[in-house]
């Protein structure tokens, strides 16, 4: 099943994104522990079911400035959005601000090399009921009410949509396009085909940026998963 096509009028914005977060990050249950969960789907456009699983020594959170998180293969479910996702692990860049989030969260709880990141304030696995929960309430308290209608961030993987478009924008090259699709476990025609308003030149979807995305072999080395530390 293909992924739908991302609307880019339903894209969260910063300021939306961030006041949900905050919002979520103030409630009096289980309230910090989502807020770390869903600002790693937000700034790393992790799957929700990837950063479920994240443990501590899969993160490198350095003292200061960017880390690094190691996100191993799963397998999704049929239909699920990207299925071709699975495959080798892949390290995806944490910007200071998600390391901040992550290290307090550790931190916080006393965490250990092998412990799970995210689960709830007494310990038990943070499910999908609960943070699709806490999502749902979160918009209906902070969007305006024609938003909350809308398709606009429904879903807690809109977040990891916000942030690939975010990556696609703006000038790019072939390799630019190549390294985004290989952050985040896809394709880049799979790119192309969900967020074509990413791909526009001249009203037409630029299909020699993806077919040079394609033919891109030489990539400059990321940190592997072994050279990172818990």
Request: hydrophobic share 40%.
């Amino acid at each position: 099943m293909c992924a739908a096509v991302v609307d880019e009028r339903f894209l969260l914005s910063d300021r939306q994104r961030d006041d949900l977060l905050d919002w979520i990050g103030q409630r009096p249950l289980n309230g910090r522990p989502l807020h770390a969960f869903l600002s790693a789907i937000s700034f790393a456009a992790l799957r929700p079911q990837e950063a479920i699983v994240l443990r501590v020594r899969d993160a490198h959170l350095p003292d200061e400035g960017p880390g690094a998180l190691v996100i191993h293969p799963r397998r999704l479910a049929d239909g699920d959005e990207e299925a071709e996702g699975a495959g080798e692990p892949r390290v995806v860049p944490a910007c200071p601000e998600l390391v901040e989030v992550l290290r307090a969260e550790a931190a916080r709880r006393g965490l250990r090399p092998d412990d799970t990141l995210f689960t709830r304030d007494d310990s038990r696995p943070l499910s999908g009921a609960v943070y699709r929960r806490a999502w749902d309430e979160a918009r209906k308290a902070v969007l305006e009410a024609h938003e909350i209608d809308s398709p606009l961030g429904r879903r807690v993987s809109d977040l990891r949509d916000a942030r690939i478009a975010t990556w696609l924008s703006g000038y790019r090259s072939a390799l630019d396009v190549f390294k985004v699709a290989e952050r985040v476990g896809v394709s880049a025609p799979s790119l192309a085909r969900r967020f074509p308003h990413c791909f526009q030149a001249s009203g037409e979807v630029s299909n020699d940026l993806i077919e040079a995305a394609l033919a891109v072999t030489d990539l400059d080395c990321e940190a592997k998963p072994a050279a990172l530390n818990p």
